[in-house]
């Protein structure tokens, strides 16, 4: 998974006609570290998908405006658009985050 390491990044990136996924993360987080246990399997059946994360601490406004209230996030993006968003409460285990693709990606 790929950093984004600035705002523009960003905002580039989601610009995309592809799906890009990005997971909202923080350091100090326990669920995120717990995701990154189970993470690597999942970004290898999604390989054909670009992945990136982003430090929520240190782009809060992002946070804000794409509605991320808890960490782990992933949120999914096409043209500009989110267009799938899977809170924390329901990121905690690898049968969750495959069903959220699933749904979103097919």
């Not at 923080?26 to 995120?32: L, Q």
């Not at 992933?74 to 329901?90: Q, W």
Request: glycine share 4%; net charge negative; hydrophobic share 40%.
């Amino acid at each position: 998974m790929k950093a984004i390491t600035s705002v523009e990044q960003f905002e580039q990136l989601i610009s995309s006609e592809k799906e890009i996924l990005i997971k909202f993360y923080a350091n100090w987080c326990p669920d995120c570290t717990r995701m990154n246990m189970f993470i690597g399997d999942i970004l290898e059946e999604y390989s054909q998908y670009e992945w990136f994360e982003i430090n929520r601490d240190e782009f809060p406004e992002l946070a804000e405006k794409y509605q991320v209230m808890g960490i782990p996030s992933i949120l999914i993006f096409k043209n500009g658009e989110k267009t799938a968003h899977l809170h924390s409460a329901n990121a905690k285990t690898p049968e969750e985050v495959r069903g959220f693709l699933k749904e979103h990606l097919g």
